[in-house]
C-alpha cells in the first residue's frame, strides 16, 4: 500500500504539473492530461492497494469534474482561484465510494480527507507565493496532484 501510494503521488502530481503547463514550456501538455491523468491515477491506486470497487467509477467523473474548476465564479470569491474549496471538493469527489460498504468511520474519514485536501491546498498556494516565481508553479502543482493521492491512506483505516 505505501509503495502505491508514493508512486501514485510522484505520478498523479506529474500529471497535475503536466496540464497546467503551457505550450511555450511543454509542447505536447494539454489540460485535460491533469484531469484525466489524476483520475485515472486515483483509480489506479485504489484498485492496486485492493480497494476496486464499481463506485470508483462515479468517483471518477466527480473527480474528473472537482478538477476542473478553481471555483473562482463562485460569488463569494470574487473572480480569485479558491484553493481551499478546490482541495475540499476533490476529496468530496470519493463520497460515492461509500456505495462499497457504508460506514459512519468511512463517513468520517472521508470528510476528514477532504478537510485535510482543503488545508493542505489552501497552506500549499499561500506559502508558495514566497517562492521564486519561475519555480513556484512548479511547487504548487506538483505538490497539489501529489497530495490527491498521499491522502488516500486515510480512507484505507475505515477499509481494513
Known amino acids: 500500500m505505501i509503495l502505491w501510494t508514493i508512486l ?17 514550456e511543454i509542447p505536447w501538455a494539454k489540460g485535460w492530461m491533469r484531469d484525466a491523468g489524476c483520475t485515472v ?13 464499481w463506485s470508483l467509477l462515479l468517483c ?3 473527480m474528473y469534474f472537482a478538477l476542473t474548476t478553481y471555483w473562482d465564479e463562485f460569488p463569494l470569491n470574487n473572480g480569485e482561484d479558491n484553493f481551499w474549496m ?4 476533490v476529496g468530496l469527489a470519493v463520497l ?3 456505495i462499497s460498504g457504508a460506514s459512519w468511520l468511512l463517513f468520517g474519514l472521508i470528510v476528514a480527507r477532504s478537510a485535510i485536501l482543503a488545508l493542505a491546498m489552501g497552506i500549499l498556494h499561500l506559502a508558495s507565493r514566497h517562492i521564486e516565481e519561475k519555480y513556484q508553479v512548479w511547487v504548487e502543482e ?9 491522502t488516500l491512506p486515510i480512507m484505507f483505516i475505515g477499509l481494513a
Open 86 to 89: 478546490y482541495g475540499g471538493f
Open 60 to 62: 471518477a467523473v466527480l
Open 8 to 24: 501514485g503521488s510522484i505520478i498523479s502530481g506529474a500529471f497535475y504539473r503536466i496540464g497546467g503547463a503551457g505550450k511555450e
Open 96 to 98: 460515492p465510494f461509500l
Open 41 to 53: 491515477t486515483f483509480v489506479a491506486c485504489m484498485a492496486l492497494t485492493g480497494h476496486w470497487h
Open 142 to 150: 506538483l505538490g497539489r496532484g501529489a497530495f490527491i493521492i498521499a
